[in-house]
């Protein structure tokens, strides 16, 4: 069984940093990423990174944020500096199998304040 463990959200200052990882249980992934969901709003990307080291990030926190990947350890981390009041929500850590099967873990909070 596929399980994705997300640590290191928190409450921060507007300005701060945090970092967030994510270790998946098993090694296959093609792609790992980081989405959010702010209370209202629909789960957006944040930032993924494929398996050959390609990365993709929402316009939002481009320059900002930062993600990278442990391929021999399977985990995907989330670099975030320069946090602002509307990077507040839940974010989730995604793993996408080389079958195109979709496993999430299980978020973790972040709040920044203004």
């Known amino acids: 069984q596929v399980q994705l463990v997300e640590s290191g959200g928190g409450l921060v200052q507007a300005g701060g940093s945090l970092r967030l990882s994510c270790a998946a249980s098993?090694?296959?992934?093609?792609?790992m990423g980081w989405y959010r969901q702010a209370p209202g709003k629909q789960r957006e990307l944040v930032a993924a990174v494929s398996i050959i080291g390609r990365t993709n990030y929402a316009d939002s926190v481009k320059g900002r944020f930062n993600i990278s990947r442990d391929y021999a350890k399977s985990t995907v981390y989330l670099q975030m500096n320069s946090l602002k009041p509307e990077d507040t929500a839940v974010y989730y850590c995604?793993?996408?199998?080389?079958?195109?099967?979709?496993?999430w873990g299980q978020g973790t909070q972040v709040a920044v304040s203004s």
């Open positions: 995604n793993a996408r199998s080389t079958t195109g099967s979709d496993f």
């Open positions: 098993v090694r296959i992934f093609s792609t």
